[in-house]
């Protein structure tokens, strides 16, 4: 229960609390997008790649890239934020990002993905999502080094596929924060609102 007058947090407040967090997060983060064709989600899932500190992000297969006008619907101008590549064979996306030094877990429902909650992704991860209707093409999940599985409980096939990314990207960020709290090395996370203002000219970004 709040004790005193509960508000927003104002806009320099909140770059200054996400800079902390900033400083206390460490491990890489990328994202290859195999054949996803809609617009909308491919907006929504560079915003929040860049929400989350992801470092680069592979287009593969068909993937639309972030020039089309209709993405920066949902980007918002946040495809600046993210290295991206145009698109390349999805075996070929796999490979670079194994080559620069991610594990490379596919998002899919198969016979030997593990649950999210017991994924390891507390480390530098590469998290491969499939398009909107297949999902994972077979040769890439036999590229992968793991696969993992979003948990259900209603009586709905799937997730979209930008739901999906945010869902596994904020629990990676989630496992390493929560390491860090054990350690006691996580930023403390404070909101005080009486932050102070005079010099913060950090860009907002796509706020």
């Known amino acids: 229960m709040s004790t005193g007058t509960r508000r927003q947090l104002r806009p320099t407040d909140v770059k200054r609390l996400n800079r902390s967090w900033r400083r206390g997060t460490e491990n890489r983060l990328s994202l290859i997008l195999e054949s996803v064709t809609g617009p909308f989600n491919v907006g929504s899932i560079f915003r929040t790649a860049a929400a989350f500190g992801a470092d680069q992000l592979w287009l593969a297969g068909n993937a639309i890239p972030p020039t089309n006008p209709k993405v920066q619907k949902t980007a918002l101008g946040t495809d600046r934020l993210v290295t991206w590549h145009d ?24 016979g030997d993905a593990v649950p999210l909650h017991r994924a390891r992704l507390g480390r530098d991860v590469c998290l491969v999502l499939g398009s909107e209707d297949h999902g994972c093409s077979p040769a890439v999940l036999e590229a992968a ?22 869902i596994v990207l904020a629990e990676a960020r989630r496992q390493e924060w929560a390491a860090a709290d054990a350690s006691g090395s996580a930023p403390d996370g404070d909101t005080d609102s009486d932050w102070g203002t005079e010099g913060d000219t950090e860009d907002a970004g796509g706020t």
């Open 145 to 166: 080094d793991e696969v993992i599985y979003i948990p259900q409980v209603g009586r709905v096939g799937s997730f979209n596929v930008g739901v999906a990314a945010a």
């Open 87 to 110: 698109p390349v064979p999805a075996l070929e996306a796999v490979r670079e990002a194994k080559d620069h030094g991610y594990t490379v877990i596919a998002v899919e429902l198969t």
